[in-house]
């Protein structure tokens, strides 16, 4: 796994030192183990593992520019992707986990507690609800999101959380245009902006992943998120 970790890496030019490459190695091993036991990913031969999970959350990377103290969630995380590669490679920025599924995030906790990552946080509900507390709403400077909902429901989800000139980063497959373009209500209801789109190539592979930029330009009205199940239910 170590040697295709480093290429893909190379590749997308993405700094990295052993103890960053020693903490994914462990993730990718802790995660097979308590795959057998509940439900984390489908993916378990380690070089898709590389490919699908590592280098596909990191890839992002090269389009976004971190500072230190800044906030960061993961919305919808599910077995810690993209949140916790990032995390790894970013111990300046903290990072806040969310999902629906308690026991995902009792694993993801584990996994930090295990290798060291000070830099994560995990909060246990749906962001319909947690897109209403005072202490998430707008105050992140990215939300990251990948492979939860369609995009107009995930605007909605996901906007209440970012702050005012933060960003929303989707996680796309190709041929996602045309999602987006239904979103655009959805997504200027909410505050946002599409700012720009990015294709690359996850290195060593033929799969192509799309990042959707959503700028928050205003702020949310008070109404959205709407409740739990809603913005699924009936996309804006
Ligand atoms: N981001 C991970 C997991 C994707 S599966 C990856 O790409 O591998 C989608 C995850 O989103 C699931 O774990 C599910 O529990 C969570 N989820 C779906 N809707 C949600 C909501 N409204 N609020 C919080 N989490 C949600």
Redesign the pocket.
Known sequence: MKKLLEDSLNKLSIEYDEEKLSKLERFYELTVEKNKVMNL?AITEPEEFVIKHFADSLAILNFISFTPGMRAAD?????G?PGIPLAVFHPEVNFLL????NK?LNFISEVAAELGINNVETLHG???DIGHMEEHREKYDYVFS????NMSSLSE?ALGLVRVNGIFVAYKSENSSEEVKTAARAIQLMGGIVDSEKTIILPNSDIKRNFFFIKKSNTTPKKYPRKAGEPTRRPL
């Open positions: 990913t919305l919808g995380t599910g077995g992707f969310i999902d629906s599924v995902k749906r962001a319909e990948r492979a939860v909902s989800l």
